[in-house]
């Protein structure tokens, strides 16, 4: 197993190849994100699961990847679009992912980006709050 494989993963991540989850992920896979930490390979493939359940879309263009020893890197942009977010436009999202291999699995895996970008700036009236919030933290 190797990053490559992951990154190939991702990019062809939809409703119909969520049981590789089984065949990459380790059985006592950790995964982190902003919003959430799971714990085993059930766990994660229930929350993909979920999410393709929820979603319109979410489909992610792999940029560049890279690996050192047992560890690697992903970045990445997602394009998602959620029935209750942004009215349903399309979200695009810029992340990275660590990845930390064991026993030939991704036994860690941490998803990095902007959470308020994703979800936050993406809801009427508390979007513009936040978004104006940011725009001070620059002056």
Known sequence: MDIYKVADFYHSLSMHNLEAVKEIYHPNVVFEDPAHRLEGNDALLE???NLFENVEQCEFHIHHQHQSGDTGFIVWTMLLRHPKLNRAK?????????????????????????????????????GVVVKKIKAGLGQ
């Open 47 to 49: 929350y993909f699961v």
């Open 90 to 126: 399309q979200v695009q999202v810029e992340g990275v992912s660590q990845i930390v291999f064991k026993d030939d699995k991704v036994c860690y895996h941490r998803d990095y980006f902007d959470l308020g970008a994703m979800l936050y700036e993406q809801i009427p009236v508390l």
